[in-house]
């Protein structure tokens, strides 16, 4: 068994033949670094996909709240009265006010 002089060419041979062609071999390391290594790999545009979404859904969320605080300010704006009266216990002229305080 003669040694090959090139070791290089010892694991050339053991490749599977379509490996051995070199455009085929050139191909498939350049898909490599496009898929694994590059700047927009399927791994980067995954995780740009995933916070997409969660930025999309803290988008409804906030959208809702922002909803309901429109809300609450339309009712409040109907039951300011209510409010001053509960809250700081204003009253009208000749008018009595009587506090109870529940004990929780």
Known sequence: MELPTNPWQAIWQRL???LQNRYYLTLL???FLLIFLDKHSFW???RLHRAQQRLESDKALYERKIQEAREEAEDFELTKEKFAREHYYMKRPNEDVYIIKEDK
């Open 29 to 31: 390391v350049f898909f």
């Open 44 to 46: 980067t545009q995954y």
């Open 16 to 18: 599977p033949a379509p």
